[in-house]
Each structure stands twice: as C-alpha cells, then as structure tokens.
C-alpha cells in the first residue's frame, strides 16, 4: 500500500499569513500515460465530513477560493493557504487514488497563532 | 444536489454485527463508483471498502477483509455495509462517499458519517 506521509502533524499561523503542508507518498502517483498526479487535498473542520479541495494535484475545485494552491509530482506534493483566514482553521489530508487501497496522510491540524 | 445520508450506526458488543446504510440522492447512483471510509475518535481517515457501479466488483481494506460485506441495491438508491465480527478498534465514524466523476477516482461527494461504538 502507498504510504502517506504529511508535514508537520500541526501548523500555528496568523491571519493573512501564508501556511504550507507538505504530503510525500512511499509511491510514484504520477501516471505517465496522461501525465496526471493522482492526488488530491481535502479539508475537514470539526464535526464535518471532509471537504474536497484540490484533485489531480493542483486543480481546484469549484467554489473553492483561490487562496488554496497545490503542487508537485511524482512523490512530493504542497498545499499552500496564501492568506490564511479564521474559516480555514481545520485538518488537512491528502489522498492519493493512483492504486488501490486509496490511501491518506495522517492530517495537519491548521490553527490560528 | 448530492445527497449521501448514512444510517445504522450504534453501540454494539465485541462479536456483534451492525448493517448500515447510506442513502443516495440528487444523481444517477447506478452509475457511480461508491466507497465507504472510516475515522476512528480523533483519528485519520482511513478507506473501508468500495463497489462498481453494478455490483459486480468489490475490494476492502485487509483489516476489514471477511468480516465486513459492502454492497448496493441500485433500485433504491442505496448502498449498504454489512460488519460482521465486530472489534473494538472498528470504532469510528463511517461514511460513504462517492467517486467525483465516472472516470474520477478520488472523492468527490461525503455523507455526514453514523457512528459505530463497538464496546461491551
């Protein structure tokens, strides 16, 4: 099974500030016939099931607000908040759903400093 | 509107069985990919088990493989998670999901969870 590995386990940011969490997989994600990353970012918030945020590594999802980015290929992957906001306090997971079983990073709790 | 609404859940002994349930709606369910995944109290997520859209093919985590049975009856919209041999560490929240597209893999659409407890 592709393990997931998410850094750090918790972030303490500011409001406005910029927070990263970064998810590396014990597996390649990157399929070469299409040249997609399959992985996918989800945030969940106390009480709530998860919450897609970003799928094929960097695609956003509709609705959700541009100051969530992802990036990178292959094993390594980043998921930015460029202006963190009071509502975006939650745990984020990552997922890859190259093979199965679909794995998840462990999370990153995301607090306001 | 997507709408995956789950029921079933409880408290129930080591050795137990429950059956839940997860009821579709706002989609063509016959043609979707479901999955159910799990979160223990203050845990991560961690994938259970998933169907085809017809039924015809079946996949489960190893910790969960001969004890649970996932399955769906397309005529009324519902998907279904027989646990069997129930264990403590089977505790969590359960919900079913669903695929984002036809050809899209990762989740696109949550319920809101029912709770198992499995405790004597």
């Known amino acids: 099974d592709s393990v997931m590995t998410q850094s750090p386990d918790s972030l303490t940011v500011s409001l406005g500030e910029s927070a990263t969490i970064n998810c590396k997989s014990s597996?390649?994600?990157?399929?070469?016939?299409?040249?997609?990353?399959?992985l996918a970012w989800y945030q969940q918030k106390p009480g709530q099931p998860p919450k897609l945020l970003i799928y094929?590594?960097?695609t956003r999802e509709s609705g959700v607000p541009d100051r969530f980015s992802g990036s990178g290929s292959g094993t390594d992957f980043t998921l930015t908040i460029s202006s963190l906001q009071a509502e975006d306090v939650a745990i984020y997971y990552c997922?890859?759903?190259?093979?199965?079983?679909?794995?998840f990073g462990q999370g990153t709790k995301v607090e306001i400093k | 509107e997507v709408q995956l609404v789950e029921s079933g859940g409880g408290l129930v002994q080591p050795g137990g069985s429950l059956r839940l349930s997860c009821a579709a709606s706002?989609?063509?369910?016959?043609?979707?990919?479901m999955h159910w995944v799990r979160q223990a109290p203050g845990k991560g997520l961690v994938w259970v088990s998933r169907?085809?859209?017809?039924?015809?093919?079946?996949s489960y985590a190893d910790s969960v493989k001969g004890r649970f049975t996932i399955s769906r009856d397309n005529a009324k919209n519902t998907l279904y998670l027989q646990m069997n041999s129930l264990r403590a560490d089977d505790t969590a929240v359960y919900y079913c999901?669903?695929?984002?597209?036809?050809?899209?893999?990762?989740?696109?659409?949550w319920g809101q969870g029912t709770l198992v407890t499995v405790s004597s």
């Open positions: 999901a669903r695929v984002y597209g036809l050809a899209a893999a990762w989740f696109g659409y």
């Open positions: 706002g989609f063509t369910f016959s043609s979707y990919l």
């Open positions: 169907i085809n859209s017809d039924g015809s093919s079946t």
């Open positions: 597996q390649n994600v990157l399929y070469s016939s299409n040249n997609k990353n399959y």
């Open positions: 094929w590594a960097s």
């Open positions: 997922q890859q759903y190259y093979d199965t079983p679909p794995t």
